[in-house]
């Protein structure tokens, strides 16, 4: 029996019987003369040299079919639209949003000295990876996430890049948060030990980007970009990750789920046993502080009652970080097991009717039906938790900085900046004349303690607010296990 095989994509070979007993849209006498159209097709997202194959052999069921597709297409895009404005819109706020708070938090470390110790230096690396996310890695992002408006015109090279670097963020920002929690778990829970050194720190550092770019590898290689050419649509480049080898697919089945155990649930649980841990240790301070009896001066229950209330916050403010992470991680993690198993069921699928339907050996009798809003829902499904990570991005600052006692001193310092050098002589004359005016006993009683030396602080000379002074008090007349500040 003479039989010969025309290949229509990398995966799949269809068969021609000679004979006469083979698939129906084999047995036209026309197809040796079309069968050049499939062979022009060089990815397999490519519809258009099929298109051009079934029109060639003048078959009504199959162009039809493509002419329902290519309308669904249309029709799908003008639905979308309004969908892709809104998650546009949304993802430039915060955007925006985590751009200025990261760089807000990196510009403070970098013009402070006093602030470069070690646990800033991990808020630092955390603010730099979440920076370059919000600036550079999610906006291109975003381009990849609607392969059907936006063609991907950067080269395979940036594709490549571009999905690396959202491995790199992700795991140096999960990391950086990890570093946090055992950094505050050892100074409030022994704060006697040694602090870390800053050669100990920048290992710390290097090791946190090390292994960041180590499990981010694989993405370098999944990338690749093709082109979505479906009948009379301009052809789209499409940036994404490649599914055209079955060891490809297992790969990243078995990628995702270590990326699941190594970035969400281990870190996950060293951040939670680290903060239970902590609420723990201010729940004992606590209690011993009230077991001190009423051998108490009014300053000293005073001090407490204060401290309670910072421990309350404190509290609030580990368990809120712990959750934030949870439910910002957890979403993009499962979305990414999911498409991996889904894509590795559905080429599986479509091979097992390729060889078994013999009346539609393209399996294409469903495709228009199939089409109209599977794109849609895949690209709104994706996007919502790499916005999730977006939005963690953006908290990173607020949680860490902004909460933050000397952080946000030195946020009011930067910001009213200008606000100081553009009043000029004015203001700092008018500054003068009031501090002047309230002299007496008020100002004798703050020269008396020591208010004229001890108002300026030694990074900038500018006066240091009334609450950080309290807080130096607070902490002066406390115990050196007391002394612990949770939130810096």
């Not at 697919?249 to 078995?254: D, F, G, N, T, V």
Request: hydrophobic content about 45%.
């Amino acid at each position: 029996m003479e039989r010969s095989s025309v290949t229509t994509t990398p995966e799949t070979k269809i068969t021609l019987d000679a004979n006469g007993d083979g698939m129906s849209v084999f047995q036209n006498p026309r197809f040796r003369l079309c069968a050049h159209h499939l062979n022009a097709g060089s990815q397999a997202a490519e519809a258009m040299p099929m298109y051009n194959f079934f029109v060639c052999l003048n078959d009504s069921r199959y162009t039809k079919i493509f002419s329902d597709m290519e309308r669904g297409i249309s029709d799908r895009r003008d639905r979308g639209l309004p969908i892709l404005a809104a998650i546009i819109g949304v993802y430039c706020l915060f955007i925006l949003f985590g751009a200025f708070g990261n760089g807000l938090v990196m510009l403070t470390v970098c013009r402070n000295r006093a602030m470069r110790t070690a646990r800033n230096l991990f808020i630092f690396n955390l603010a730099l990876s979440d920076f370059i996310l919000c600036l550079f890695t999610q906006p291109l992002n975003l381009l990849r996430l609607f392969p059907d408006y936006i063609s991907w015109e950067f080269g395979e090279l940036l594709c490549k890049v571009v999905n690396t670097l959202t491995g790199l963020n992700m795991f140096v920002s999960t990391f950086s948060i990890t570093a946090i929690a055992l950094d505050r778990f050892q100074v409030i829970v022994y704060p006697t030990r040694t602090r870390m050194e800053r050669r100990t720190m920048a290992l710390c550092l290097l090791a946190i980007w090390g292994a960041a770019g180590m499990m981010a590898s694989p993405l370098f290689l999944f990338a690749t970009i093709e082109q979505n050419r479906l009948q009379n649509q301009k052809p789209l480049n499409i940036c994404s990750e490649t599914t055209s080898r079955i060891f490809i697919r297992y790969a990243k089945l078995a990628y995702g789920s270590g990326v699941m155990v190594v970035q969400y649930l281990v870190p996950l649980g060293i951040v939670v046993a680290a903060y239970a841990r902590i609420c723990v240790r201010l729940q004992h301070r606590m209690r011993s502080l009230k077991q001190r009896g009423d051998h108490r001066s009014a300053y000293q229950a005073n001090r407490e009652a204060a401290e309670a209330v910072r421990q309350r916050r404190a509290n609030l403010l580990l368990v809120t970080i712990a959750v934030v992470f949870s439910l910002s991680w957890l979403p993009l993690t499962i979305i990414n097991i999911v498409h991996d198993v889904r894509v590795l069921k559905i080429k599986e699928r479509n091979q097992v009717a390729r060889s078994s339907d013999r009346d539609d050996p393209f399996g294409l009798e469903n495709a228009g039906s199939n089409l109209n809003d599977s794109t849609l829902v895949i690209a709104v499904s994706q996007s919502i938790p790499l916005l999730l990570v977006l939005v963690s991005a953006c908290l990173n600052p607020v949680f860490y900085g902004w909460f933050n006692e000397n952080f946000q001193r030195e946020f009011h310092r930067l910001l009213c900046l200008n606000r100081l050098a553009r009043a000029g002589p004015k203001f700092r004359a008018r500054v003068g004349a009031s501090s002047g005016a309230g002299g007496g006993a008020g100002a004798g009683s703050r020269a008396g303690a020591g208010g004229s030396a001890g108002e300026k602080s030694g990074d900038g000379g500018e006066a240091i607010p009334l609450n950080a002074l309290e807080s130096a008090s607070r902490a002066a007349a406390a115990s050196p296990a007391d002394a612990e500040d949770p939130e810096a």
